[in-house]
């Protein structure tokens, strides 16, 4: 087990082998990412309207996806940084660098075509409702966490703060859902009801996850093209220091 | 290194002496507790001097301003220490960092928190707080003080030595502080629908974030600490 995971960290521990392989994954993974965004659009567009909601109902193959990979990217910051701080993987500290603003981007598409789904249906753009409140908070760990990796100018002791904040951030989250499910029911138990919406049929459930899947690759591919830049900036600093 | 142990209590008694004395000399809760009672004077102003509105409010409010005031004195928990190269000397110790630094988070309580807490029920009357609510606001605070502290204190060793520690501290330690809050105000809400009691609940819940975050953040702040010094 333990030869395992020694192995498993010195899986591209090398940047240059890394860097190889990346530059060949790279295109590929960019063109299937656009391909299944294009196929999830089409499926979208030949949803029928929802009784209820008309033609509004269509955000939700947007923001659903992008609240997924707003929790997503987290965990990923979150396993990178681990990676990085237990098995010492080179790349861990630049991947969760890499994927954190890609991460706040889906959080606030995620909150805005809320706001946006919102306005019809429950009549207002924001309501403190436990969910948008607890990805509002996600929001502003994502902005911390971010900015902790710019305030710091040396790398090394950037990349041991921003993980510890990782792992506080991480174990935050649940506790900030929890809490935030236990105030709303608190002050208003009734506006729940307006949000509940039957089970999804079948005509809306596969047009979502291939959508789903469309921003799982899309995430993938814009941080592998930022891990690659990571890598370079790192190069580029060693390079400097070294005159 | 010799057989013989290290007597832990003498040092950290020394350590907490030594913090308290810097806080009480060093002229950092007086900003603190003016903050508080500026606060609640630009509330009227911005809320209108209804005093049955303000009397809504007072409870809520007081928990907002408490958790800022908390947020304000986080900046120099350890950036002075980080200056004048105490931080190194704490690290020298021969006991554990995180023992150092739960002494000088007890010295910022007794010497900041404490006081603060103290004068919360002057900036209530200043609020037109019923009498009814001041008992449950305090225990409320009380309770999630200590977390406040250990959370705060997390962001605080994150940026030291760090430019615009002050700000960057504010950014990474509110999203920490929203369960404190929402158990804190959420709580006292409740006690204050059904008079005369606490709710025990929620009181509950308040304590043992505290405990937590006193067991779980000196190993994150410590491990701040030592990634900002080395």
């Not at chain 1, 706040?104 to 429950?122: C, D, H, I, R």
């Not at chain 1, 921003?162 to 809490?179: R, W």
């Not at chain 2, 988070?105 to 001041?134: E, K, R, Y």
């Amino acid at each position: 087990m333990l030869e395992r995971l020694e192995n498993l960290s010195a899986l591209y521990a090398n940047p240059r082998r890394f860097m190889n392989l990346a530059a060949r994954v790279h295109t590929p993974l960019w063109l299937v990412a656009v391909g299944v965004l294009a196929f999830g659009l089409f499926m979208v567009s030949g949803v029928p309207d929802d009784y209820q909601q008309g033609a509004t109902v269509r955000i939700m193959f947007v923001h659903v996806p992008a609240a997924w990979m707003a929790l997503f990217a987290y965990s990923f910051i979150f396993f990178a940084s681990l990676l990085a701080a237990v098995l010492r993987h080179p790349l861990g500290y630049l991947a969760a660098r890499a994927a954190a603003p890609v991460g706040a981007v889906f959080t606030l598409v995620a909150l805005v075509t809320g706001a946006l789904w919102g306005q019809p249906m429950w009549g207002t753009w924001w309501v403190w409702d436990a969910r948008l409140t607890s990805v509002l908070v996600l929001l502003f760990i994502y902005l911390g966490y971010i900015a902790l990796w710019e305030a710091i100018d040396d790398y090394g002791r950037a990349a041991r703060a921003t993980s510890i904040l990782a792992f506080v951030g991480f174990v935050n989250v649940p506790i900030v859902k929890f809490s935030v499910d236990w105030w709303n029911t608190l002050h208003q138990p009734a506006s729940v009801s307006r949000f509940a919406r039957p089970a999804l049929h079948a005509d809306f459930l596969y047009p979502l996850l291939v959508m789903g899947v469309a921003f799982l690759l899309l995430f993938l591919a814009i941080t592998l093209t930022r891990l690659q830049m990571e890598v370079l900036r790192q190069r580029l600093r060693v390079r400097q220091s070294a005159g | 290194m010799t057989g013989r142990p290290i007597a832990m209590w003498p040092i950290l008694r020394a350590l907490f002496a030594r913090e308290l004395r810097l806080v009480l000399r060093g002229g950092h809760l007086l900003p603190v507790l003016a903050f508080v009672f500026i606060c609640v004077m630009l509330m009227p102003f911005g809320l209108g001097p209804e005093l049955s509105l303000l009397q809504r409010l007072a409870p809520g409010l007081l928990w907002v301003i408490m958790l800022m005031a908390v947020l304000l004195s986080l900046d120099r928990m350890f950036q002075a220490d980080f200056e004048d190269g105490g931080l190194d000397q704490l690290l020298l110790l021969p006991i554990a960092l995180e023992g150092a630094v739960i002494a000088k988070i007890c010295a910022h309580f007794v010497g900041i928190l404490l006081p603060v807490l103290a004068a919360i029920p002057l900036a209530g009357l200043l609020l037109n707080i019923h009498p009814d609510a001041v008992l449950p606001v305090l225990a409320t605070l009380l309770a999630g003080a200590p977390a406040l502290v250990m959370l705060g204190a997390i962001g605080a060793a994150l940026a030291v030595g760090v430019r615009r520690a002050g700000l960057l501290t504010v950014l990474i330690v509110t999203p920490l502080y929203v369960p404190v809050l929402v158990f804190g105000a959420g709580g006292l809400a409740r006690a204050l629908a059904a008079p005369g009691m606490l709710d025990v609940g929620a009181l509950g819940v308040l304590g043992l974030i505290s405990m937590a975050s006193l067991f779980l953040a000196p190993p994150a702040i410590a491990a701040a600490l030592r990634a900002g010094l080395r």
